[in-house]
């Protein structure tokens, strides 16, 4: 398993110092994976399926054993949230899609509809022209939450059309996704949206359900820390995505995981 959370599937980051250019997301994870490991960092791929952090030692439970440590740090991100409409589940990997960079290819000279307005969203769909004929992108609100560059692309793209103040209501359809029925929030309209592929991009959920109450968590289940991001818990600190009321940009994840480490060398230092 690849280090690198949802950067692996992001096409092209455009907002990370030292890159003018951009950067594969792949190949910048890839690049600090290398770099770490240079400077001895062991990468261990377990699945984590439950913790104790009552006492002192901190134990986690994995799939294949257990393992005890003197200080966690818990980087866990987060993954897409779904819309909880009917066909969505029924539908999935028959037409519904949660990133656009992993199933593109398969959309070729279709129609497709992207849900959400964020920088994810908006920058799947202009990716998602090298692929579709025509790219939907349906928004519940009258403007785009996307950093203003990444509107200027999609606007300025001709395969790209903006359904404004609109929600999904279901995705129909019977070996794949053939309908998706839409109304719109101020008329109550409700229409019919002829498509091949539905892609869902409306946010990020924490992956921390293996936490269950060890640490404190917000009511979404993101992990509140201090400015040492250090949670409720001594020695047990959390970076990233998976903590609460961080701005989910890689810049920011790194600086926490800067953060994390230097606080948890410091909690180590003062229990020796």
Not at 242 to 248: F, G, H, N, Q
């Amino acid at each position: 398993l690849s280090p690198g959370g949802q950067v692996l599937t992001t096409d092209l980051v455009e907002n990370y110092p030292g890159f003018p250019d951009g950067i594969g997301g792949f190949e910048l994870m890839d690049s600090m994976g290398k770099q770490a490991e240079r400077f001895g960092l062991k990468i261990l791929s377990h699945e984590v399926q439950g913790v104790n952090f009552k006492n002192q030692l901190k134990h986690l439970s994995l799939a294949s054993g257990s393992m005890e440590a003197r200080s966690v740090i818990l980087a866990t991100g987060a993954q897409p949230r779904k819309l909880g409409i009917e066909g969505e589940e029924l539908l999935t990997g028959k037409g519904v899609s949660y990133c656009g960079t992993c199933d593109g290819p398969f959309y070729r000279d279709a129609d497709i509809a992207i849900i959400g307005g964020g920088d994810t969203a908006v920058q799947e769909a202009v990716f998602l022209t090298r692929f579709a004929s025509r790219v939907y992108v349906i928004h519940r609100r009258d403007e785009l939450r996307a950093a203003k560059i990444i509107q200027e692309r999609a606007f300025e793209n001709e395969k790209i059309e903006f359904i404004w103040d609109t929600i999904p209501l279901s995705i129909e359809g019977e070996a794949g996704v053939e309908r998706l029925k839409l109304s719109n929030v101020k008329t109550g309209k409700e229409s019919t949206l002829n498509i091949e592929g539905v892609f869902v991009l409306v946010g990020t959920r924490p992956v921390t359900e293996f936490l269950e109450d060890a640490v404190d968590m917000d009511d979404q289940g993101f992990i509140n820390v201090d400015r040492r991001q250090e949670t409720n818990v001594p020695g047990v600190f959390a970076a990233g995505d998976v903590t609460s009321e961080t701005p989910r940009q890689i810049a920011t994840a790194v600086g926490e995981g800067v953060t994390a480490i230097l606080s948890a060398e410091e909690y180590l230092e003062d229990q020796a």
